[in-house]
């Protein structure tokens, strides 16, 4: 079901938050939770898993996500491009049902930057306006509107950005080189010009301390007249600013500056204040502000509101709770989080707060999994006699590792139990997922049911019907195909022997799932690369049989933390084990001038049989364009390179049968070196190919490449990965390196996720990320483990419920928001 009035929503807040990213300048304009850029990015991904009408496997969606992941660190020129595609993509959408709307009942209230709700609160100050707090009134009341704030409570959980210690604030004359620092000061000059050489534009500010003076440097793309002026005029003189950033000395003027600092605006009269004893002389809160906000009011408004209401707060978690976890009271908690006297207590403040946004994420997930597990009656697939999966198992040639013996055993655990196994098995790439896979779709044979393996593409699905045509003969059994390019005579067939029971096992792409694929008795279903289905899909798979035991599985690892937020209702097991006897892929990272090398490296493996791959990154976001520049690169490899050799040509434009034709003529050793773009990512195992190439590297996301590097080294040979960058940045360097570092999925995949932030790893299909204002999934990972403990304990006693009303009143309202977009089917 697409949730159309969401989604219209969504559009609604995106098109209002541009106004406002276009009155500011295109300075990515902060909004209460996130700045516009993730904002936008965020939301667009949950458009993309709805998959609105009018767009056909949305790429030009998936695009606009990456250029908006981009758009923080983009010049301004190319920050206006984002826009206006933007734009143009949302005039497209056709969303049914007319003209958008707001959702709120509150028509007046300008710009909501942050369309989600925020974390889940206690009782008692929900109805109180916040304009009728002292000292608020309708016209400041507006304002807090603006950045989300309608009620007292919603002041209350208006957290902090930062803090200031004005108590250890830097003065100027004690800078020194190389330091990062945190300064105040006042605006005493500003500047804007375009530099001589005339690619670039300056903004320059010179911000004085009661100790001296420093200047602040800003490079933009170039700006026409009007728009340098702009960058001025938000930088007026006189303004109490904080700078925070990296100290140089700039030897020419003979005084400190910093490139690009952070700045931040703290009000045009804060040095006036200073004898108020909410604004110096302790912790001092920093809030995300608005145009017309300021510190000293938010300061004064939210200490008010304390005042005024934190005692009629009711805290809804259990003593007993509180008590294991160590964690203080609500309302210490919101006191805290706000005006910490010490650090100490900033700390507990904020794992009290962190401990209830993840809590209640798990609550969900803990009930949505009860609900699947209690609901229904599985089939008990208790068989497991000496028949079939031991048969197989001995007919390989080579010793299940231990992890594929754990995993194994899970699965029988899950199959024997009466409720229906719900399982994702990761597992690094080539660690063995199929077998498992087949053993666990045996399970089904052998206990009188069908099994059904979903595969993304007709490569893949080949793949694993190739296998299955070579374990299962000799075992006597069947398996079918089912693919989109089959005749409408095979199809009948094929249709037939699934329903009367003659076909063991089904394999197939969506082809799988059409509604007149009808199967006898399905039990098992297993769905490989399952985060390149949507839920839709794999609910739809699973309701060809009756309550079918499911497993899913995928080969992007995710960081447990991630994974225990976004697919924290299934049970999750580890392929954490390569099999024995893989040699190392050796990979290396080279330099533009360097890729002869690379030439040579690939004459070198093809003299000896070898074959190898070269592989493109998508450029400027356009499939097309991508598909050019990779039929380029062939035919410079083909002509100028490799004459001598078979060079073959891989692309998404290329139509499903041609793409099959040349993976096939791949996999016969009929091509010597095949160039592609990443449509060659997914699963695909030619064992005689020893190298992999991957131009300009750094445009990859670390968990992709390496994906793409798993290509190769599934054969006896030595493999080579090279990764080509013209990128010299120290940054790029030491991205790759962790690449050239490891070969564990895992590690890669946490230090991605490090670097680049849990959102933006997880990309576009899969984001169900709830909005977390405070917690933070990297660094929080001990909060998340007892938040989870904890959640799920509430649901196995439902009984504290009883207890705990304000509890279970928090819990089922959460039901209906965030939550019905994390995959639960
Ligand atoms: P993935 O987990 O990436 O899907 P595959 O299932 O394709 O990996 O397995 C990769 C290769 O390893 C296949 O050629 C498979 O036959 C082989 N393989 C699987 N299990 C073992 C094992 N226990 N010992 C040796 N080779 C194995
Ligand atoms: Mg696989």
Same mark, same amino acid.
């Given at each position: 079901?697409?949730?159309?009035?969401?989604?219209?929503?969504?559009?609604?807040?995106?098109?209002?938050?541009?106004?406002?990213?276009?009155?500011?300048?295109?300075?990515?304009?902060?909004?209460?939770?996130?700045?516009?850029?993730?904002?936008?990015?965020?939301?667009?991904?949950?458009?993309?898993?709805?998959?609105?009408?009018?767009?056909?496997?949305?790429?030009?969606?998936?695009?606009?996500?990456?250029?908006?992941?981009?758009?923080?660190?983009?010049?301004?020129?190319?920050?206006?491009?984002?826009?206006?595609?933007?734009?143009?993509?949302?005039?497209?959408?056709?969303?049914?049902?007319?003209?958008?709307?707001?959702?709120?009942?509150?028509?007046?209230?300008?710009?909501?930057?942050?369309?989600?709700?925020?974390?889940?609160?206690?009782?008692?100050?929900?109805?109180?306006?916040?304009?009728?707090?002292?000292?608020?009134?309708?016209?400041?009341?507006?304002?807090?509107?603006?950045?989300?704030?309608?009620?007292?409570?919603?002041?209350?959980?208006?957290?902090?950005?930062?803090?200031?210690?004005?108590?250890?604030?830097?003065?100027?004359?004690?800078?020194?080189?190389?330091?990062?620092?945190?300064?105040?000061?006042?605006?005493?000059?500003?500047?804007?010009?375009?530099?001589?050489?005339?690619?670039?534009?300056?903004?320059?500010?010179?911000?004085?301390?009661?100790?001296?003076?420093?200047?602040?440097?800003? %490079? !933009?793309?170039?700006?026409?007249? *009007? &728009?340098?002026?702009?960058?001025?005029? #938000?930088?007026? @003189? /006189?303004?109490?600013?904080?700078?925070?950033?990296?100290?140089?000395?700039?030897?020419?003027?003979?005084?400190?500056?910093?490139?690009?600092?952070?700045?931040?605006?703290?009000?045009?009269?804060?040095?006036?204040?200073?004898?108020?004893?909410?604004?110096?002389?302790?912790?001092?809160?920093?809030?995300?502000?608005?145009?017309?906000?300021?510190?000293?009011?938010?300061?004064?408004?939210?200490?008010?509101?304390?005042?005024?209401?934190?005692?009629?707060?009711?805290?809804?978690?259990?003593?007993?709770?509180?008590?294991?976890?160590?964690?203080?009271?609500?309302?210490?908690?919101?006191?805290?989080?706000?005006?910490?006297?010490?650090?100490?207590?900033?700390?507990?403040?904020?794992?009290?707060?962190?401990?209830?946004?993840? %809590? !209640?994420?798990?609550?969900?997930? *803990? &009930?949505?999994?009860?609900?699947?597990? #209690?609901?229904? @009656? /599985?089939?008990?697939?208790?068989?497991?006699?000496?028949?079939?999966?031991?048969?197989?198992?001995?007919?390989?040639?080579?010793?299940?590792?231990?992890?594929?013996?754990?995993?194994?055993?899970?699965?029988?655990?899950?199959?024997?139990?009466?409720?229906?196994?719900?399982?994702?098995?990761?597992?690094?790439?080539?660690?063995?997922?199929?077998?498992?896979?087949?053993?666990?779709?045996?399970?089904?044979?052998?206990?009188?049911?069908?099994?059904?393996?979903?595969?993304?593409?007709?490569?893949?699905?080949?793949?694993?019907?190739?296998?299955?045509?070579?374990?299962?003969?000799?075992?006597?059994?069947?398996?079918?195909?089912?693919?989109?390019?089959?005749?409408?005579?095979?199809?009948?067939?094929?249709?037939?022997?699934?329903?009367?029971?003659?076909?063991?096992? *089904?394999?197939?792409?969506?082809?799988?799932?059409?509604?007149?694929?009808?199967?006898?008795?399905?039990?098992?279903?297993?769905?490989?690369?399952?985060?390149?289905?949507?839920?839709?899909?794999?609910?739809?798979?699973?309701?060809?049989?009756?309550?079918?035991?499911?497993?899913?599985?995928?080969?992007?690892?995710?960081?447990?933390?991630?994974?225990?937020?976004?697919?924290?209702?299934?049970?999750?097991?580890?392929?954490?084990?390569?099999?024995?006897?893989?040699?190392?892929?050796?990979?290396?990272?080279?330099?533009?001038?360097?890729?002869?090398?690379?030439?040579?490296?690939?004459?070198?493996?093809?003299?000896?049989?070898?074959?190898?791959?070269?592989?493109?990154?998508?450029?400027?976001?356009?499939?097309?364009?991508?598909?050019?520049?990779?039929?380029?690169?062939?035919?410079?490899?083909?002509?100028?390179?490799?004459?001598?050799?078979?060079?073959?040509?891989?692309?998404?434009?290329?139509?499903?049968?041609?793409?099959?034709?040349?993976?096939?003529?791949?996999?016969?050793?009929?091509?010597?070196?095949?160039?592609?773009?990443?449509?060659?990512?997914?699963?695909?195992?030619?064992?005689?190919?020893?190298?992999?190439?991957?131009?300009?590297?750094?445009?990859?996301?670390?968990?992709?490449?390496?994906?793409?590097?798993?290509?190769?080294?599934?054969?006896?040979?030595?493999?080579?990965?090279?990764?080509?960058?013209?990128?010299?940045?120290?940054?790029?360097?030491?991205?790759?390196?962790?690449?050239?570092?490891?070969?564990?999925?895992?590690?890669?995949?946490?230090?991605?996720?490090?670097?680049?932030?849990?959102?933006?790893?997880?990309?576009?299909?899969?984001?169900?990320?709830?909005?977390?204002?405070?917690?933070?999934?990297?660094?929080?990972?001990?909060?998340?483990?007892?938040?989870?403990?904890?959640?799920?304990?509430?649901?196995?006693?439902?009984?504290?419920?009883?207890?705990?009303?304000?509890?279970?009143?928090?819990?089922?309202?959460?039901?209906?928001?965030?939550?019905?977009?994390?995959?639960?089917?």
């Amino acid at each position: 079901m697409i949730p159309v009035e969401e989604a219209r929503l969504k559009i609604e807040d995106i098109r209002q938050a541009i106004a406002y990213e276009k009155k500011f300048q295109y300075i990515d304009v902060q909004g209460r939770k996130k700045p516009f850029s993730r904002f936008v990015s965020e939301t667009l991904n949950k458009l993309a898993q709805w998959q609105l009408p009018g767009e056909s496997e949305d790429r030009q969606l998936g695009q606009l996500i990456q250029r908006f992941n981009n758009y923080a660190y983009a010049d301004v020129g190319t920050r206006m491009n984002t826009l206006d595609a933007l734009e143009r993509y949302l005039e497209t959408l056709t969303v049914p049902g007319g003209q958008p709307r707001r959702k709120t009942v509150r028509q007046d209230k300008p710009v909501e930057i942050n369309g989600e709700p925020a974390a889940p609160r206690g009782r008692g100050v929900h109805d109180t306006d916040v304009q009728y707090l002292k000292g608020v009134g309708p016209r400041l009341a507006r304002l807090l509107n603006s950045v989300g704030v309608h009620t007292v409570e919603d002041l209350l959980y208006y957290f902090p950005r930062r803090y200031l210690d004005y108590h250890n604030r830097v003065k100027i004359k004690d800078l020194e080189e190389g330091q990062d620092v945190t300064i105040l000061g006042t605006i005493t000059g500003s500047s804007a010009y375009n530099a001589k050489s005339g690619k670039v534009s300056v903004l320059n500010l010179t911000v004085a301390d009661e100790t001296g003076r420093i200047s602040a440097t800003w %490079f !933009y793309a170039k700006a026409n007249r *009007a &728009l340098l002026e702009s960058y001025k005029s #938000r930088w007026s @003189k /006189g303004a109490e600013v904080m700078l925070s950033g990296r100290v140089k000395v700039d030897r020419f003027k003979n005084r400190f500056s910093i490139d690009r600092p952070q700045i931040e605006v703290l009000s045009y009269a804060d040095a006036a204040e200073d004898a108020s004893s909410l604004n110096v002389g302790r912790i001092v809160p920093v809030y995300p502000l608005t145009e017309g906000l300021n510190l000293r009011f938010l300061r004064r408004a939210i200490h008010q509101a304390m005042e005024d209401h934190l005692d009629t707060i009711a805290d809804p978690l259990p003593d007993e709770l509180k008590r294991k976890y160590g964690l203080i009271g609500l309302r210490d908690a919101l006191r805290n989080i706000h005006f910490p006297d010490t650090l100490e207590h900033y700390e507990e403040a904020r794992k009290r707060l962190v401990f209830d946004e993840l %809590f !209640y994420v798990q609550v969900r997930l *803990a &009930l949505i999994r009860a609900n699947y597990k #209690r609901s229904v @009656k /599985g089939l008990s697939l208790d068989k497991h006699d000496g028949g079939l999966c031991d048969r197989f198992a001995a007919s390989l040639p080579f010793e299940l590792t231990n992890a594929q013996q754990k995993v194994f055993q899970e699965i029988l655990q899950d199959l024997k139990s009466p409720e229906p196994m719900y399982r994702l098995l990761q597992g690094d790439v080539g660690s063995g997922k199929t077998v498992v896979a087949v053993m666990t779709l045996l399970m089904a044979v052998e206990n009188g049911y069908q099994g059904a393996l979903m595969a993304p593409t007709e490569i893949l699905a080949e793949q694993h019907y190739r296998k299955l045509i070579e374990w299962l003969t000799p075992l006597g059994l069947r398996a079918g195909l089912f693919v989109g390019k089959s005749t409408v005579r095979q199809r009948r067939e094929l249709k037939q022997g699934l329903l009367n029971g003659q076909i063991h096992i *089904a394999v197939g792409t969506h082809a799988l799932i059409q509604h007149d694929v009808e199967f006898g008795n399905l039990g098992v279903v297993v769905v490989d690369e399952q985060h390149r289905f949507g839920v839709r899909q794999r609910t739809l798979l699973k309701d060809k049989g009756d309550h079918p035991e499911m497993l899913t599985m995928t080969a992007t690892p995710i960081p447990r933390t991630l994974a225990m937020t976004v697919h924290g209702d299934l049970d999750v097991s580890l392929l954490d084990e390569l099999p024995p006897g893989r040699t190392p892929i050796l990979t290396s990272l080279l330099y533009g001038k360097q890729a002869k090398k690379a030439h040579d490296l690939i004459r070198m493996e093809v003299a000896k049989g070898r074959q190898a791959y070269v592989v493109l990154p998508l450029i400027e976001e356009s499939e097309t364009l991508s598909a050019k520049a990779a039929t380029t690169e062939a035919e410079r490899l083909q002509g100028e390179v490799f004459p001598e050799f078979r060079v073959g040509l891989l692309h998404g434009k290329m139509r499903p049968e041609e793409k099959d034709a040349v993976m096939s003529a791949f996999a016969h050793g009929q091509i010597d070196v095949l160039v592609s773009t990443t449509v060659v990512e997914v699963g695909v195992d030619v064992p005689n190919a020893t190298v992999m190439v991957i131009e300009n590297a750094d445009r990859f996301g670390l968990a992709q490449l390496h994906q793409l590097r798993g290509r190769v080294g599934r054969g006896c040979h030595q493999s080579h990965c090279i990764l080509l960058t013209d990128t010299r940045g120290e940054d790029t360097r030491q991205r790759l390196q962790i690449l050239t570092d490891s070969e564990n999925g895992f590690d890669i995949a946490e230090k991605d996720m490090a670097l680049r932030g849990p959102g933006e790893f997880l990309g576009t299909r899969q984001s169900g990320l709830p909005d977390f204002v405070l917690a933070d999934l990297i660094h929080d990972k001990a909060i998340l483990e007892m938040a989870r403990e904890a959640a799920f304990a509430v649901v196995d006693n439902p009984e504290v419920f009883e207890n705990y009303p304000e509890l279970r009143d928090i819990v089922f309202q959460k039901t209906e928001d965030t939550f019905n977009v994390l995959g639960s089917g």
